[in-house]
């Protein structure tokens, strides 16, 4: 669980970064913001790849990436982290993820077989590896189904790449070797279980489904309790929740195809009063719309520990927008 | 032995050597020290957009104990802030670098730059000044023609010497993206100008406009994963120059091999060592800073925990690996929180590139031996830089029991950075910025 709050803490010092770049001077800058974006990214990754039961029941069980041996990964733990839980105290693994999200993973396997393959051992190396191209790796999961799904299968596009295997690929707890609590990697896991679960290579898709109800914990410090499984609708992780993190600081400059440094996207992401996402979401026909509404109301309705869970338009909203609406 | 002690500071406060100033004002952060070719000047620059020259005093047989200090030559406001109102954008005045031009006549140049424009300045000296005019007076007034009865030529006076800056050129609405580098090219005619995404090449005489070398932006924005953070032209191959990046590869070109240098003749990499890795392994690996040695057969780079030494001839790892404050591993969380680990450290060569300098936190800066492997930490401190005094050499203590004169990671004063230091070209002088303050130390001559 200590990661899971380091975590949290960093995902949220990431975002207090690219907010207060918005009002330095001389402009946001790109490299900081990039820079913040990545670490953003492995900071959520290790947040939601927590054990928690309910927490994947977002994703898929027939989600392609195979993970990775827990052996395979090499990294020891990151700066600043503490000791790894021990392995023994994991709370049961969840059960594979409901069927309604299967009917999707076809779609958009079909759609995009080659890009879903290489995001698919991207983001297996990202939580199971010490693997240095996670950022790297992450780029491509999100580009990749981005491209190649279409409408609302983008979202199972990047969910169903983080799951080569089904619950085969699960193990129980502590099945990996001892020596696993050691390897930690760009999104170091919580255990050294962590890398046996497929679920846990889902990040897409759980952030919708947890960010909402963790935002609360996350701005009251509380326990970072993932919802009862079932009990919060899925819906389809938007293909921008992936492009946010590199959008977070890339965005900054994205809205303009000619040569303006825009910074309104940064602005956008972080902007935690009333700025809708539009500029960050635009690039996503459809789903950028509907999060741009979505989020008009959210940031509004959102109060430094409150719980928005309650707004049906934080369902669209991808993690990035909804931690920073709970902020 | 190595470096030692040291003649005078010179703070930037010109009035007094030991004037303590009460307020320190922001903009009297130095943003970048440069001794120019001769190292008879040094310009620094700070983030009030102001340059500061010092030159060297010549010796004199009066005054033997102020050989070589510097003193101020001349201060000029280099850049001045702007707003982009079509952005909503400030653009700072900070003074991001400083090049100088190889002296040709008896005027300096320098470039100076902020985000996004580069200056040329001219800084000449008057020693004289003509006097007996014939249409005006002493005081510059117009004389009524009809009361001037005789002719007179005019002659040229001494006067105080005076030094003036005057802005020659200015290369400006090229860059979209902030400007981290600038390099002068050994032919002397050409420039590049580097900003997070895009290099530009410019001739001194052309303002208007600028070739466009290299462009790393992508199609689509949102693919971005890394910056260009640093560029330098090689010093002897004006067809070479080298550029790093933010995810710790460096990139040689040639610009005779196409146009747009977007396909690297060589690319420097290494690998990362996995058992490194960490939420923040992205950010200390992004290179801040790349320079060629003066030979031109190595470059080094500074990352945020090492300086590495590259052959050119070998591209898949460095040659040498020096580590400057490795005890900050296990901290980089909280120096992501206070932002420490976005700070940008310069590193440099001393004349014949045998010996390797950069700065640190606690106003320490360290110098590396290439050839004994031998290191030295410095500390620049008003307190321990007396005149003539020597430096002692600084140690931090990692853990266990702390000596006498170490000083703990946890004492360490992360406000206190050296990211700026300079070396004399031929010289064991170096010139160290410790945020508002310029110290400068030389090799002990007895």
Redesign the interface.
């Known amino acids: 669980m200590e990661f899971k709050l380091?975590a949290h803490r960093?995902v949220s010092?990431s975002l207090g970064?690219i907010y207060n770049s918005r009002v330095q001077?001389?402009?946001i800058?790109?490299?900081?913001n990039?820079?913040v974006s990545?670490?953003l990214r492995?900071?959520r990754q290790?947040y939601l790849s927590d054990p928690c039961p309910g927490l994947y029941l977002a994703g898929h069980p027939g989600a392609p990436a195979p993970p990775q041996q827990p052996e395979e990964?090499?990294?020891?733990?990151?700066?600043?982290?503490g000791e790894p839980p021990p392995p023994a105290g994991r709370a049961a693994w969840p059960e594979p993820e409901p069927q309604p999200e299967r009917p999707a993973v076809p779609e958009v396997l079909r759609a995009g077989d080659s890009e879903p393959a290489a995001t698919v051992t991207a983001a297996g190396d990202t939580l199971q590896?010490?693997?240095?191209e996670?950022?790297?790796a992450a780029?491509r999961r999100?580009?990749g189904p981005r491209e190649t799904a279409v409408g609302g299968a983008g979202g199972p596009a990047e969910v169903s790449g983080v799951f080569p295997e089904g619950p085969e690929a699960a193990r129980g707890p502590c099945g990996c070797p001892p020596g696993d609590e050691d390897k930690?990697?760009?999104a170091?896991r919580v255990d050294g279980c962590r890398a046996s679960r497929p679920a846990a290579a889902e990040p897409p898709a759980s952030p919708p489904v947890c960010a909402r109800k963790r935002g609360a914990g996350w701005v009251g410090g509380g326990p970072a309790d993932c919802p009862a499984p079932g009990s919060t609708p899925l819906k389809k992780p938007r293909r921008n929740s992936e492009?946010q993190p590199?959008?977070a600081?890339?965005?900054?400059?994205?809205e303009e195809e000619e040569?303006?440094?825009?910074?309104g996207n940064v602005a956008n992401l972080i902007s935690i009063f009333g700025s809708s996402f539009s500029g960050l979401l635009r690039?996503s026909p459809g789903g950028g719309r509907e999060e741009a509404e979505g989020e008009e109301s959210g940031p509004e309705a959102a109060e430094p520990g409150q719980i928005c869970c309650d707004k049906p338009v934080l369902r669209d909203i991808n993690p990035w927008s909804t931690a920073i609406v709970a902020f | 032995c190595f470096f030692l002690l040291f003649s005078p500071i010179v703070p930037r406060d010109r009035h007094a050597v030991w004037a303590s100033r009460k307020f320190t004002s922001p903009t009297d952060i130095i943003s970048t020290v440069e001794f120019n070719h001769t190292g008879e000047l040094l310009a620094t620059g700070d983030k009030g957009g102001r340059v500061v020259i010092f030159q060297r005093e010549q010796e004199s047989k009066n005054q033997v104990h102020r050989r070589g200090e510097y003193n101020v030559y001349s201060t000029f406001q280099s850049h001045e802030p702007e707003f982009d109102y079509l952005?909503s954008?400030?653009?700072?005045e900070?003074i991001n670098k400083i090049r100088w031009l190889p002296q040709q006549n008896a005027a300096y140049f320098l470039l100076s730059t902020n985000?996004k424009t580069v200056k040329l300045w001219k800084v000449s000296e008057r020693d004289k000044r003509p006097e007996g005019y014939n249409l005006k007076d002493e005081e510059g007034r117009l004389r009524d023609p009809a009361t001037i009865t005789t002719l007179r030529v005019p002659v040229l006076r001494p006067m105080d010497l005076m030094v003036e800056a005057t802005p020659r050129r200015v290369f400006a609405n090229a860059h979209?993206?902030?400007i981290?580098s600038i390099s002068v090219n050994s032919d002397y005619e050409t420039y590049m100008s580097a900003d997070?995404?895009r290099i530009n090449l410019w001739n001194f005489e052309i303002t208007n406009q600028s070739f466009n070398i290299v462009d790393i932006?992508p199609a689509?924005?949102?693919?971005?994963?890394?910056?260009i953070?640093a560029a330098e032209f090689h010093p002897h191959h004006c067809n070479t120059f080298v550029y790093s990046s933010?995810k710790g590869t460096i990139r040689l070109c040639d610009m005779r091999a196409s146009a747009l240098c977007d396909r690297h003749t060589k690319f420097f990499e290494e690998?990362?060592d996995?058992?490194?890795?960490?939420?923040?392994?992205?950010?200390i690996s992004?290179i801040s800073d790349v320079k060629f040695s003066h030979s031109g057969r190595c470059i080094m780079t500074r990352d945020y925990l090492t300086v590495k030494v590259w052959d050119l001839n070998m591209e898949n790892r460095p040659v040498e690996t020096y580590q400057v404050h490795d005890y900050l591993?296990?901290?980089?969380?909280?120096l992501?929180?206070n932002?420490c680990i976005?700070d940008k450290f310069e590193c440099v060569w001393n004349g014949s590139d045998s010996v390797i300098m950069t700065g640190s936190y606690n106003n320490f800066f360290r110098m590396f031996d290439r050839n004994t492997k031998r290191d030295v930490t410095l500390e620049a401190s008003r307190e321990n830089s007396k005149p003539r005094a020597i430096l002692k050499p600084r140690k931090v203590c990692v853990g266990g029991k702390r000596r006498k004169d170490e000083i703990s990671v946890d004492s360490l004063d992360f406000s206190k950075k050296i990211l700026h230091t300079a070396w004399h070209p031929s010289e064991n002088i170096i010139a160290v910025a410790a945020t508002n303050n310029l110290y400068i130390f030389q090799d002990k001559v007895n």
């Open positions: 380091e960093i010092i970064k001077r001389g402009g800058k790109l490299h900081k990039l820079l990545l670490v492995s900071a290790v990964s090499a990294a020891g733990p990151p700066a600043g982290w590896g010490g693997e240095a996670a950022p790297e780029w999100v580009e930690l990697s760009a170091p492009e590199g959008g600081a890339a965005a900054a400059e994205e040569e303006e440094m825009e910074t690039k | 952005k954008l400030e653009i700072e900070k985000d979209t993206y902030h981290n997070d995404l932006k689509n924005m949102e693919e971005l994963t890394e910056v953070t933010s690998p990362e996995p058992s490194n890795r960490s939420f923040f392994s992205e950010i992004s591993r296990s901290k980089l969380c909280s992501y929180e932002d976005f």
